[in-house]
């Protein structure tokens, strides 16, 4: 967040946790030994928050995620 000027915007596209499929692709890497860490997207939406900047999420209503922070 201190590398977004003021009136930027940061747009993070992720798998969406929520959805059965990603959660299943997380279980086949952990079973691989990857060190992927997954973060649901309200997760994501937290730690962004806790910076002080505003954010949002969208979906696809698949397996896509968008959050989008407006500093």
């Known amino acids: ?3 977004l ?6 747009v993070i ?8 499929g990603v959660k299943i692709l ?3 890497e952990k079973m ?3 060190r992927s860490r997954f973060y ?3 997760e994501i939406r ?3 928050v806790s910076h002080g900047v505003s ?3 969208e979906t696809d209503g698949h397996y896509t995620a968008w959050i989008i922070a407006d500093k």
């Open 26 to 28: 997380a279980l086949m």
């Open 32 to 34: 691989l030994l990857m």
């Open 40 to 42: 649901k997207p309200q």
């Open 13 to 20: 596209e992720e798998p969406d946790y929520n959805h059965k």
């Open 46 to 48: 937290r730690m962004i």
């Open 1 to 3: 967040m201190r590398v």
């Open 55 to 57: 954010a949002c999420i």
């Open 5 to 10: 000027k003021a009136g930027g915007r940061m």
